[in-house]
Structures are given as structure tokens and as C-alpha cells.
């Protein structure tokens, strides 16, 4: 029933830029708290940058000044701005969803920063 779509992952070279989107089909989108998450090869998984309800938003420290996260509580979407890629950027990237209740996340999608 509940389901968060992933897109826009690819291979890109250092310096270059991407751009997620999610796609949720969460009934009450704008209550939710909304965040995108990666898990690089051989490491545990990390908040990259989240956007609360209210519309505030915060970011791990790695990637600030080169991300940016929004969200659309029309279309249901979150998008996740990728700018600068580096490396140590490259991981699978999951979209994540914070209700009252529980969250919810995404299948991920593969980001691959390389020359």
C-alpha cells in the first residue's frame, strides 16, 4: 500500500551532478518527515539530508553546500539536489518517510561518482 519510488541514480563523474527524486504514495505526504539516506560499499547507513513537515531541512556535514533537499506536498515528491560529487558520495541512496505511527523506505537507488 504504501510505497516510496527511488529515481535519477547513475554514474557520473567527480565534480558532476545528479538529481533524486521520490515518488511516495503516503496518503497525509505532508505530515510526514521526509529524508534521503546512502550506505557506501562496506559502511553503515547514513542520514544525508533531511526535510521536516514544517519544511526545515538538515544535512550531514559531508554534504553541505553541495546538496540540497526539497520536497513537493502537491505531487507527493522529494528530490535530493546532488552537486559537486565526489567519491566518496558513491553508495546506494534511499528516500525515507517518518510518520506518527512508523517509517517507511524506499528500495534505493545507486549513485556512482567515478572517472
Known amino acids: 500500500q504504501v510505497q516510496l519510488v527511488e529515481s535519477g541514480g547513475g554514474l557520473v563523474q567527480p565534480g558532476g551532478s545528479l538529481r533524486l527524486s521520490c515518488a511516495a504514495s503516503?496518503?497525509?505526504?505532508?505530515?510526514?518527515?521526509m529524508g534521503w539516506y546512502r550506505q557506501a560499499p562496506g559502511k553503515q547507513r547514513e542520514l544525508v539530508a533531511r526535510?521536516?513537515?514544517?519544511?526545515?531541512?538538515n544535512y550531514a556535514d559531508s554534504v553541505k553546500g553541495r546538496f540540497t533537499i526539497s520536497r513537493d506536498n502537491v505531487k507527493n515528491t522529494v528530490t535530493l539536489q546532488m552537486n559537486s560529487l565526489k567519491p566518496e558520495d558513491t553508495g546506494v541512496y534511499y528516500c525515507?518517510?517518518?510518520?506518527?505511527?512508523?517509517?517507511?523506505w524506499g528500495q534505493g537507488t545507486q549513485v556512482t561518482v567515478s572517472s
Open positions: 525515507n518517510a517518518v510518520g506518527p505511527r512508523r517509517e517507511y
Open positions: 503516503l496518503s497525509f505526504f505532508n505530515i510526514y518527515d
Open positions: 526535510v521536516i513537515s514544517g519544511g526545515s531541512t
